[in-house]
């Protein structure tokens, strides 16, 4: 049984800072990308980030320069810093992995962590 969870969600003030991290754990062959992505209410879910295993990243066009995707392979966690938070990047996160475990590779979603922008 493969799960990820996510930590690190809460209130932040417009122009601070927050760090997410999300860890798999289960049995895992292979991590091959993680990534994040966001659904605000009202809102399609969209790409905010996401990292393969060697360290490729694709960013969202809203926050090139604001946000930085980074994993850690060995603790098989992947994590997102989240600086210049605008009022718009409120939503709820939702960490994402294709993972090669027992039987197939497939996708694997958290459970959502709530980010709030606001003052």
């Known amino acids: 049984q493969v799960q990820l969870v996510e930590s690190g969600g809460g209130l932040v003030q417009p122009g601070g800072s927050l760090r997410l991290s999300c860890a798999a754990s289960g049995s895992i062959f292979r991590i091959y990308v993680m990534g994040w992505y966001r659904q605000a209410p009202g809102k399609q879910r969209e790409l905010v980030a996401r990292?393969?295993?060697?360290?490729?990243?694709v960013y969202a066009d809203s926050v090139k320069g604001r946000f930085t995707i980074f994993r850690d392979n060995a603790k098989k966690t992947v994590y997102l810093t989240m600086d210049s938070l605008k009022p718009e990047d409120t939503a709820v996160y939702s960490c994402n992995a294709l993972i090669q475990g027992e039987l197939a590779v497939r996708d694997y979603w958290g459970q959502g962590t709530q980010v709030t922008v606001s003052s």
């Open positions: 990292i393969t295993s060697d360290g490729s990243t």
